[in-house]
Nanobody, 122 residues
Framework: VRLVETGGGLVQAGDSLRLSCVAS????????LAWFRQGSGKEREFVAA????????SYGDSVKDRFTILRDSRGNTVFLQMNKLTPEDTAIYYC????????????????WGQGTQVTVSS
């Protein structure tokens, strides 16, 4: 499965931003799509994940109540709606896929996108 992220950019604190990730590659196996992020000098951090149907979602503690993950009806696109952004949200945001259950660590995901940079100025 190939993943392509779009939507990153430079915003100010308090602003909103929406990231998109499109999955392609012709698999009929249900898969989980997730977002991770990695700030400069930091480890890759779990942000959010959605099941194949989109009904099951999981969020990292640092983004809960501010970010929302949405999955389209076809299942191959996932969005990350980010509200009330702070400078601490500055990172490269990666889309990832797993054919297992939703996981909270990067090692549980098999394929990754190239990432999209999000920068939040104070």
């Amino acid at each position: 499965v190939r993943l392509v992220e779009t939507g990153g950019g430079l915003v100010q604190a308090g602003d909103s931003l929406r990231l998109s990730c499109v999955a392609s590659g012709g698999t009929f196996t249900p898969y989980v799509l997730a977002w991770f992020r990695q700030g400069s000098g930091k480890e890759r951090e779990f942000v959010a994940a959605a099941s194949w149907s989109g009904n099951r979602r999981s969020y990292g503690d640092s983004v809960k109540d501010r970010f929302t993950i949405l999955r389209d009806s076809r299942g191959n696109t996932v969005f990350l709606q980010m509200n009330k952004l702070t400078p601490e949200d500055t990172a490269i945001y990666y889309c990832a896929v797993t054919f297992n259950e939703i996981g909270l660590t990067a090692s549980m995901y098999q394929n990754w996108g190239q990432g999209t940079q999000v920068t939040v100025s104070s």
